[in-house]
């Protein structure tokens, strides 16, 4: 447990959650926009709850209007998960959702009735409006591709149980899950200013991705059993051999992030905090409710 000396101060810890009620309603009022995509089960209010002081106390210094397009594609990310996950039955329905998706990402209209691509559709029209996101396009655009990519090649593991399995680095090498888009939806909104090297922090945003995908896949391993999904500790590797992996990834963050903290350090720290946040959540709670 954390020593009483260093929790943080009621007032500040106050100041975040009252920022994270805001978003919160957003990202409900969001949720009732797009009901087909956000049914009760398993979306309920922990779920809005949970993305809504994740992303918060990760940059307590924002707003709820700066924290909207990380939050909002943060949701929309479970939608397509729950959508090829839970839901399709064949490798065709998967196609149709990733061509959805695609559909809408350098730009073009969503099709009418289609909740998925209007959603999606309109987090980048929010994130176009920024000075940030003319250099960084192309990165996001291909930050959806290698999500519904990596989305893909789970649904045919978990759908074809005699195919073998990846192994641990093939795992964590396509482990785009989605956070790397959350990441840059944040570095977009947020900064109004060149970075110092942007490919430094796209890379550290991934690796960054491959450390909270093995504490995710700590946290949901009984699910992940039950329901039939990939993970980390199921590929047929010792506990302690993902154990001594997830720390040599954190070390290789902490160095690759020192740098960057004193050129770009408001995005190092989001990155940073994301990483301690996930260690105490995971095996405490999970942001999915009850199917």
Known sequence: M????????PREAGAVCAVASHVQRDLIACA??????????????????????????CAPWLDAGQLRPANRIT??????????????????????????????????????????????????????????FPGLAEIWQDDVRRMLESMTRDWQWKADPAAALPTLDEYLAGAEFGYSLVFLSHWIATTDTPVTDTGALVSAGRLVQQIIRILNDYGTYQRDVTWGDVNALLLGVDREVVDARLAALIEE??????????????????????ITFNQGFYGLADYWGSR
């Open 32 to 57: 009732g926009a797009y009901p087909e995509l956000f049914p009760a089960k398993p979306f309920d209010g922990p779920f809005f709850s949970t993305i809504a002081l994740a992303n918060t106390f």
């Open 75 to 132: 949701m929309w990310i479970f939608a397509v998960d729950r959508l090829m996950d839970l839901l399709a039955t064949s490798r065709a329905e998967i196609d149709e959702i990733v061509a959805r998706c695609l559909a809408v990402v350098d730009g073009g209209p969503a099709p009418a009735g289609d909740e998925l691509a209007g959603l999606l559709a309109d987090i980048r029209a929010e994130l176009a409006t920024s000075p940030a």
């Open 2 to 9: 954390t020593a009483i000396a260093d929790l943080l101060a």
């Open 253 to 274: 963050a902490g160095e690759r992030l020192a740098p960057l903290m004193e050129t770009d350090r408001p995005l190092a720290v989001f990155l940073a905090r994301h």
